[in-house]
């Protein structure tokens, strides 16, 4: 087994190893956009308008035209009942909305929709789009953590020789140039024994660190 050094380079690939098998793991959990082909696309305009008039909707048809404005796109900010924000979506209106006049001036119209603006379908679109949240941020949560962890865990060694003796499971996360060099024949060296693992004293959850690697190369060998 070959020597190989610890650099700033070995680390950064191993960091951007990290944040792709993040990007691919909240993939399926993207929030923040509406096939513009779907129902509930054209029923978020009527959210929008209901959400501006929302202060006095008895107003709605009897204000002067003059204190009114008209929109033909908007940017949502969909929350749930307590105000928390969802996701933000920006949506253009299949017909002009008027609405009443705004006291400052907006290059999109900024609507914050909660499930009070919204039908029984998009209620529903609202509810799902926050779970996808929820596991959008606990994946994204998780491997926050192990990029985290590793860049600690890395900065206290000397070589990925040491790094792989004391934890073998960060070889998942190494780029496979620095495994074939690794792995190749060399002679022996001495090497001192370390007296207390890195990987427990930071506290690395080893199966959370495995589990989340081979899960990507399962996804990634699926397509």
């Not at 035209?65 to 979506?89: M, P, Y």
């Not at 890195?198 to 397509?223: C, K, M, Q, Y």
């Amino acid at each position: 087994m070959a020597y190989v050094r610890k650099t700033d380079t070995l680390v950064t690939e191993m960091r951007d190893r990290v944040r792709e098998m993040r990007n691919k793991a909240i993939a399926p959990y993207a929030t923040g956009s509406i096939d513009t082909s779907s129902p509930v696309y054209s029923m978020v305009q009527d959210a929008v308008e209901t959400y501006a008039w929302s202060d006095a909707p008895h107003l709605k048809n009897q204000m002067p035209e003059k204190w009114t404005t008209v929109i033909d796109s908007a940017r949502c900010q969909f929350q749930d009942a307590e105000g928390k924000r969802i996701s933000n979506v920006h949506v253009n209106f299949s017909t002009k909305v008027r609405i009443p006049a705004q006291s400052e001036r907006y290059y999109t119209y900024e609507a914050k929709i909660k499930p009070e603006h919204c039908s029984d379908a998009l209620k529903q679109w609202l509810a799902d789009e926050g779970k996808r949240k929820e596991q959008h941020d606990a994946v994204d949560h998780q491997y926050n953590q192990i990029e985290s962890q590793l860049m600690q865990y890395m900065a206290g060694q000397a070589s990925l020789n040491s790094a792989i003796k004391d934890m073998p499971e960060i070889e998942l996360y190494v780029p496979e140039k620095y495994l074939t060099k690794l792995h190749a024949p060399n002679e022996k060296r001495e090497k001192k024994a370390q007296q207390l693992s890195l990987a427990d004293e930071i506290g690395i959850d080893r199966d959370v660190f495995a589990a989340a690697a081979i899960a990507h190369r399962i996804t990634s060998a699926h397509g």
